[in-house]
């Protein structure tokens, strides 16, 4: 291909580290465009071709765009479901690709930010970053003092003990908790670890982005306001585009 981008900085650009480091990706097979498995030296149309590192897609889109979804019961968050299940991508209309920032399990509700820019999806989700995730979660019975106190410290789950939370009783039986790491249905296996399961578990924050206005199954864009506040909670606030959203 001659004409286009070249592919390493196609990647770099979309997060996966420096040209160099992409290159070495590349060299290694592990990145594919359009289901064939790309060389040194391809050019590609980042807006157009379907780019994958390690069978996974990548957010190579050069314009950015940044949505936030109110995500109902029932929906997984995936690009595609074999099982025929609505996913998160169905319900945001964008205009470019886009995929989801991090994972709501299927019957957890809340707010999830689908986009197509990979570095600051990877800030994100990635564990140094330490992004607070607020969670309202209706459990089983009315936890003890006691309870309480063993979410907010830490308790022992099968892969590792859990780092502090900010957990606190909101009325008989309804909690709020705030994490900070992202394990795998990690609220509802806490709960589960103090005698109390999950019911119905809603996020109602990420970071600095909140929104109790969005309807179930409802999007929007993110300002350009929120969009600084997310990446200056990660640290890379000089990267905002200037073709954002106001």
Known sequence: MDEGERLQKTLARAGFGSRRACEILISEGRVTIDGRVAELGNRVDPDVQVICVDGSLAPTAQNTVYFLLNKPDGVVTTASDPQGRTTVLELV???????????????????????????????????????????????????????????????????????PAQVSRVSEGLLRIVIHEGRNRQVRRMCAAVGHDVTRLVRTRIGPIQDATLSPGSSRQLSLAEVRRLMEAVGMSDAIASTMPT
């Open 93 to 163: 209309e964008s205009p470019v690709r886009i995929f989801p920032v991090g994972r709501l399990d299927m019957n957890t509700e809340g707010l999830l930010i689908l986009t197509n820019d990979g570095r600051l999806a990877h800030l994100l989700t990635h564990p140094s970053s330490g992004i607070p995730k607020e969670y309202l979660a209706r459990v089983e019975g009315d936890p003890s003092p006691a309870a309480l106190r063993r979410l907010r410290e830490g308790v022992e789950l099968d892969d590792g003990m859990t780092s």
